[in-house]
T-cell receptor
Framework: DGGITQSPKYLFRKEGQNVTLSCEQN?????MYWYRQDPGQGLRLIYY???????QKGDIAEGYSVSREKKESFPLTVTSAQKNPTAFYLC???????????????FGSGTQLSVL | EDKVVQSPLSLVVHEGDTVTLNCSYE??????LLWYKQEKKAPTFLFML????IEKKSGRLSSILDKKELFSILNITATQTGDSAVYLC???????????FGTGTRLTVIP
């Protein structure tokens, strides 16, 4: 059963702490994305990766970092530099990068991050 | 400025009603418009539209695109409580590696 798995479902961060959100896919997709969803706002792109060992900043990358060491995995670290991290985080993937005409995204079930 | 605007922001209807959700957009090099349904967590794909005037249909859901007037509508007929969700509209631009998302329309169907 192919899909995208995000963990944990809920995460709490203390002041000054870095936390890492997991995203794993078994769809054999090359491209992966991290979006942030806030109430009353559209999904905003944090980072994306077109291929293994490559990633680019999206519209709101400040205070976040990512890695793409394996095709299946694209973890997101929310650093202490992100001053307003409380949000719902969605990971997505597509067969190839959106700019190649592969704009159909498949989403995980998300992680709700809250600040203690 | 908002590139994708959805209306209404929220909607409450009774089972059996028909609803129309709207999505207008303003992008330079339009390639496609996508609709997603977000019930609790994961958005799930509904439709992708690239050509004007061609209706896409799946059961009680249908959608159409007007590239001249820069909007799309999503119709749901004979609504059921299971249609309650946030419906997201997104637009892809040629050459861009991102989708522009609207804020979504929250639909609530009451028995």
């Amino acid at each position: 059963d192919g899909g995208i798995t995000q963990s944990p479902k809920y995460l709490f961060r203390k002041e000054g702490q870095n936390v890492t959100l997991s995203c794993e896919q078994n769809l054999n997709h090359d491209a992966m994305y991290w979006y942030r969803q806030d109430p009353g706002q559209g999904l905003r792109l944090i980072y994306y990766s077109q291929i293994v060992n490559d990633f680019q900043k999206g519209d709101i990358a400040e205070g976040y970092s990512v890695s793409r060491e394996k095709k299946e995995s694209f973890p997101l670290t929310v650093t202490s530099a992100q001053k307003n991290p409380t949000a719902f985080y969605l990971c997505a993937s597509s067969i190839l990068a959106i700019r190649t005409g592969n704009e159909k995204l498949f989403f995980g079930s998300g992680t709700q991050l809250s600040v203690l | 400025e908002d590139k994708v605007v959805q209306s209404p922001l929220s909607l409450v209807v009774h089972e059996g009603d028909t609803v129309t959700l709207n999505c207008s957009y303003e992008v330079t090099n339009f390639r496609s418009l996508l609709w997603y349904k977000q019930e609790k967590k994961a958005p799930t794909f509904l439709f992708m539209l690239t050509s004007s005037g061609i209706e896409k249909k799946s059961g009680r859901l249908s959608s159409i695109l007007d590239k001249k007037e820069l909007f799309s509508i999503l119709n749901i007929t004979a609504t059921q409580t299971g249609d309650s969700a946030v419906y997201l509209c997104a637009v892809a631009e040629t050459g861009a590696n991102n989708l522009f998302f609207g804020t979504g329309t929250r639909l609530t169907v009451i028995p």
